[in-house]
């Protein structure tokens, strides 16, 4: 099976120099979105640029605190806002792992927010997927069946200082059964270009698969985008080639 390593930061790992980055051998990066304030993390227009200018494809995460589908909502839309506002068209990590947060929701309300937060970022077009600790699927924090998405799971099995050439047997590989699209495999990583302490990820799909294309996000000119709790913008799309024409004021979509 092909993997891929590369890192997922935010602003703890302040300026970081993308072209000894890349010379160490990073495949790929996932960049903290939005700060628990609601404004963007503090490096991630740095990075992103950085990115950018090294041709390393590129994902965001959102760690996110809300308890109500009002607050999972409201994160979502900042994230899409960022995205919109950079013009980075890529997938979106749900990291649900906080336990002071989330863990007291309970099984049903946790999966419901989940959901919202879900049917708000496909619902704008973009690709949604869950980071977490495999302690939460093993703690069973949410129904895990009621998520097809991309899965990236954290999992340590060996202590002490990584680099990107450090990788770890797949006997230690998260195991939740099913396939995985990332495995984050320490915390202690050691890359050239960043100064601090960084986490380590491997893919086991193309980085290229990080980022869409233009095709693939739905067109706001008419002041209109898919929205349903149901069904995501693909599935939408699915049924508007079918049909070949739907009621634009239907269920299937909202104004913006």
């Known amino acids: 099976m092909d993997k891929y390593v590369g890192i997922d930061i935010s602003d703890a790992q302040g300026v970081i120099d993308w072209g000894l980055v890349k010379q160490d051998g990073c495949r790929f990066a996932i960049l ?18 950085g990115c950018r200018e090294q ?10 605190y809300a308890k109500t589908v009002e607050e999972a909502e409201k994160e979502a839309q900042q994230v899409i806002s960022l995205l919109q506002e950079n013009n980075l068209r ?4 749900w990291d649900v792992e906080d336990r ?7 099984k049903e309300k946790l999966t419901e927010v989940i959901r919202t937060a879900e049917c708000t970022i496909t619902g704008a077009g973009y690709e949604f997927g869950i980071y977490m600790g495999v302690y ?9 069946t009621q998520f097809t998405c991309p899965l990236w799971i954290a999992r340590y099995p060996v202590s002490g200082v ?12 998260p195991d939740t059964g099913r396939a995985l699209y990332g495995w984050q495999f320490t915390s202690a990583g050691n890359v050239k270009g960043i100064k601090a302490q960084v986490d380590l990820d491997l893919l086991y799909e193309p980085p290229a698969t990080l980022e869409q294309s233009q095709e693939e996000i739905p067109d706001q000119e008419e002041g209109y985008v898919f929205f349903s709790e149901e069904i995501d913008y693909a599935r939408a799309q699915r049924l508007l080639e079918e049909a070949g024409q739907m009621d634009i004021n239907g269920s299937l979509f909202r104004k913006v």
């Open 136 to 144: 939460v699927y093993k703690e069973n924090w949410f129904d895990f």
């Open 162 to 173: 990584k680099t990107l050439a450090d990788l770890p047997q797949e006997k230690y590989k």
């Open 32 to 49: 903290r979105s939005i700060r628990h304030s609601g404004k963007p993390d503090q490096q991630f227009a740095a990075n992103l640029r």
């Open 100 to 106: 002071e947060y989330l863990h007291p929701l309970g």
């Open 55 to 64: 041709g390393i494809p590129v994902a965001v995460y959102k760690y996110t």
């Open 90 to 93: 890529c997938k979106v990590f």
